[in-house]
C-alpha cells in the first residue's frame, strides 16, 4: 500500500509540474486569455518549493525548515489561486485551465507534504492534524469558484461560494433563527430524549434476558419506519412547532443508539464477568465498574451516529409542516423562488453545526476512552 501511495504522490507532483510548462508555453505561444504574470511565478516558485522540500527530506532536514519550505509553498499557491479567481473574462483559454490543474495538483501536494510530516505530540500534530482537512476543502471551494465563474454557470444551478458567502453575511438573522428553530430547539430536544431513552432501554434488556425477544424488534420496527412516512404522522399528533420534528428525532436515534448500547454491555469476555462473581459484585455494581465503562467506546459510537442523524432527521421533518421558520422550511420555500444561494446558505450552517456536534462528541471520546487501543495512536 505505502508503495502505491508513493507512486501516485510521484505522477500528482509530475502532473503539477507538467501543468505550470503546458500554462507557460500557451501563454508563450499567444492562446486567449492567459493567466497573468504573477500567476506563473507564484506557480514556478511553488515548483521549484516542491522539489527542494524533497531534497530536503532526502536529506533528513530538520522539521522546521520542512515546515517553513511548506508556508512559502501555500503563500506561492494562494497568490496563484487568488490570480485566477480574479482574472477571468468569459474567454479563458487553454494556458488559463493548466494553470488551474497546477493549482489544484499543488494543493494536493501540499495536503501529501503535510500528512507526511511527523511531528511530536502536543499543539503542533494537533495542528498538522487540523491543518491538513482545511487546506483540502479550502482548495475545492477555490476550484468550485473558478470552475462556476469562468464557465459562467447560472446562479439558480450553481452559485459559487463567495455568493454564498455574501448571502450568508447579509442573512445573519434569518440563519440564526433558522438555527434556532431547527437545531436547538428540534435536532438537541429529540437527540437528549431518544438517547436517553435508548440507554435506558438498553440497560433494562440487558437487566433482564428474557425481555430481549421481546423489547429489541420494537427497537428494528422503529428503524425501518420511513422518515417519509413519519414525519407527517408527528406533524398531526404534535402539532406545527418543534415538538413534531423531535418526535421525528427521536425515532431515527433510538434504533442506532439502542443496538450500539447493547453489543458494548455484551462486549466484556468470560474471565472478566466470571472475577466480578468471584468478588460476590451486583449486577449494579458490575455494570458500573466493568461493563459499563468497556461499553463506552460502543456508546460513542452510536452518539456520533446519532448526531449526523438528528439534524438530517430535524430538516427533513419540517418538509412536511413546520412554522415560517426553520432550516427545511427555508430550504422548501427558497427552493420555490428560486434563490439557490440563500438555500446553499442553509446547507452550509447545517453542514457546519452537524459537523461541530460530531466533532464535540468525538472529542469527548478521546477524553472518555483515552484507554482504548483505538485512541492510543492518535
Given at each position: 500500500m505505502s508503495g502505491l501511495l508513493q507512486i501516485a504522490g510521484a505522477w500528482q507532483r509530475i502532473g503539477f509540474i507538467l501543468a505550470f510548462l503546458a500554462a507557460v508555453a500557451l501563454g508563450v505561444t499567444g492562446a486567449a486569455a492567459q493567466p497573468s504574470l504573477t500567476v506563473m511565478l507564484a506557480l514556478g516558485a511553488a515548483m521549484i518549493l516542491s522539489l527542494l522540500i524533497e531534497n530536503m527530506r532526502?536529506?533528513?532536514?530538520?522539521?522546521?525548515?520542512?515546515?517553513?519550505?511548506?508556508?512559502?509553498?501555500?503563500?506561492?499557491?494562494?497568490?496563484?489561486?487568488?490570480?485566477?479567481a480574479t482574472r477571468q473574462t468569459g474567454d479563458e483559454g487553454a494556458a488559463f485551465w493548466a494553470a488551474v490543474v497546477a493549482v489544484w495538483l499543488g494543493g494536493w501536494m501540499l495536503v501529501a507534504f503535510l500528512a507526511d510530516l511527523k511531528l511530536r505530540r502536543g499543539v503542533a500534530g494537533r495542528l498538522?492534524?487540523?491543518?491538513?482537512?482545511?487546506?483540502?476543502?479550502?482548495?475545492?471551494?477555490?476550484?468550485?469558484e473558478v470552475v462556476v465563474r469562468a464557465l459562467s454557470v447560472p446562479r439558480?444551478?450553481?452559485?459559487?461560494?463567495?455568493?454564498?458567502?455574501?448571502?450568508?453575511?447579509?442573512?445573519?438573522?434569518?440563519?440564526?433563527?433558522?438555527?434556532?428553530?431547527?437545531?436547538?430547539?428540534?435536532?438537541?430536544?429529540?437527540?437528549?430524549?431518544?438517547?436517553?431513552?435508548?440507554?435506558?432501554?438498553?440497560?433494562?434488556?440487558?437487566?433482564?434476558?428474557?425481555?430481549?425477544?421481546?423489547?429489541?424488534?420494537?427497537?428494528?420496527?422503529?428503524?425501518?419506519?420511513?422518515?417519509?412516512?413519519?414525519?407527517?404522522?408527528?406533524?398531526?399528533?404534535?402539532?406545527?412547532?418543534?415538538?413534531?420534528?423531535?418526535?421525528?428525532?427521536?425515532?431515527?436515534?433510538?434504533f442506532p443508539m439502542l443496538v450500539n448500547t447493547v453489543q458494548g454491555l455484551a462486549a466484556t469476555d468470560a474471565m472478566q464477568r466470571d472475577q466480578m462473581r468471584t468478588w460476590s459484585a451486583s449486577w449494579a455494581q458490575a455494570l458500573l465498574a466493568l461493563r459499563l465503562p468497556a461499553a463506552m467506546p460502543f456508546i460513542f459510537n452510536g452518539l456520533k451516529i446519532s448526531a449526523t442523524l438528528a439534524l438530517i432527521g430535524a430538516i427533513?421533518?419540517?418538509?412536511?409542516?413546520?412554522?415560517?421558520?426553520?432550516?427545511?422550511?427555508?430550504?422548501?420555500?427558497?427552493?420555490?423562488?428560486?434563490?439557490?444561494?440563500?438555500?446553499?446558505?442553509?446547507?452550509?450552517?447545517?453542514a457546519l453545526a452537524g459537523s461541530a456536534f460530531y466533532g464535540f462528541w468525538a472529542l469527548l471520546e478521546r477524553r472518555v476512552t483515552f484507554w482504548h487501543p483505538s485512541q492510543r495512536g492518535r
Open positions: 532526502a536529506r533528513g532536514r530538520p522539521r522546521w525548515q520542512a515546515g517553513l519550505v511548506l508556508l512559502l509553498i501555500w503563500n506561492s499557491l494562494f497568490i496563484a489561486a487568488i490570480g485566477l498538522q492534524a487540523l491543518l491538513a482537512p482545511v487546506v483540502f476543502g479550502l482548495t475545492l471551494i477555490w476550484f468550485w439558480v444551478i450553481l452559485p459559487p461560494p463567495s455568493a454564498i458567502g455574501a448571502r450568508i453575511a447579509s442573512s445573519t438573522d434569518v440563519l440564526w433563527v433558522d438555527f434556532v428553530q431547527t437545531f436547538v430547539k428540534g435536532a438537541l430536544s429529540g437527540f437528549a430524549i431518544g438517547v436517553g431513552a435508548a440507554v435506558l432501554f438498553a440497560l433494562v434488556v440487558d437487566r433482564y434476558l428474557f425481555l430481549r425477544r421481546g423489547l429489541l424488534p420494537v427497537g428494528n420496527f422503529l428503524a425501518a419506519l420511513p422518515i417519509i412516512g413519519t414525519a407527517p404522522i408527528m406533524v398531526m399528533w404534535f402539532g406545527f412547532d418543534w415538538p413534531s420534528k423531535a418526535a421525528v428525532v427521536v425515532a431515527m436515534v433510538f427533513v421533518a419540517e418538509f412536511f409542516g413546520s412554522p415560517t421558520r426553520g432550516m427545511g422550511f427555508r430550504i422548501s420555500t427558497e427552493v420555490g423562488r428560486l434563490q439557490l444561494d440563500m438555500v446553499w446558505a442553509e446547507i452550509a450552517v447545517a
